[in-house]
């Protein structure tokens, strides 16, 4: 069964930092580009960065560039997001999402981070 | 920024009813959209891409229309599991793929 699992999320003050994992199971995780998606309480869904196959090409959103790394392991079938100066704002969950024609097709369940004093 | 726009924000039906929803682009993506399916408490589900394309197991009822600016979502019969909110996406604008803000199907 073709899996991603999310972890690391929980709560931090503004200007912390957080790691999130994505562990994938049942496809090859090196042949897929992957991304990271996030939605706040209540609302609607934000894609917040993207890495290729290889790990060579990688984009942010402007409200997360220059505050978030995105990185992979495929030894590992692992996907990271290393979360920097994070802000109230940033409060969301965060969804691991299998990449497919730049599309997402397949996602986690998600870890909640909450940013708040 | 693309920006996708999706009305109505909230759909009453009752089952057996169809439901089309409308999500319409602030500049053209040609084909390149898609539909998500999110039910409370769970993740989205990828339901149409490429404008009108079902993804593997979706249901013949859910189909996609539309190019350009305006696209379309029916669901032909809603069934009880439908009850959803639907967010359209696109990726006209690869990387910065952007997301509607959700239609909310209800039960009336």
């Known amino acids: 069964e073709v899996q991603l699992e999310e972890s690391g999320g929980g709560f931090v003050q503004p200007g912390g930092s957080l790691r999130l994992s994505c562990v994938a199971s049942?496809?090859?995780?090196?042949?897929?580009?992957m991304n990271w998606v996030r939605q706040a309480p209540g609302k609607g869904l934000e894609w917040v960065s993207y890495i290729g196959s290889g790990e060579r090409t990688i984009f942010y959103a402007d409200s997360v560039k220059g505050r978030f790394t995105i990185s992979r392991d495929n030894a590992k079938n692992s996907l990271y997001l290393q979360m920097n100066t994070l802000r109230v704002e940033d409060t969301a969950v965060y969804y691991c999402?299998?990449?497919?024609?730049?599309?997402?097709?397949?996602w986690g369940r998600g870890t909640l981070v909450s940013v708040s004093s | 920024e693309i920006v996708l726009t999706q009305s109505p924000a909230t759909l009453s039906l009752s089952p057996g009813e169809r439901a089309t929803l409308s999500c319409r682009a602030s500049q053209g993506v040609g084909n390149y959209l898609a539909w998500y399916q999110q039910k409370p408490g769970q993740v989205p589900r990828l339901l149409i891409y490429d404008a009108s394309n079902r993804a593997t197991g979706i249901p013949a009822r859910f189909s996609g229309s539309g190019s350009g600016t305006d696209f379309t979502l029916t669901i032909s019969s809603l069934e009880p599991e439908d009850f959803a909110v639907y967010y359209c996406?696109?990726?006209?604008?690869?990387?910065?793929?952007?997301f509607g803000q959700g239609t909310k199907v209800e039960i009336k």
């Open positions: 996406q696109q990726r006209s604008n690869w990387p910065r793929r952007t």
């Open positions: 999402a299998r990449d497919r024609l730049a599309y997402f097709d397949v």
């Open positions: 049942g496809f090859t995780f090196s042949s897929y580009e």
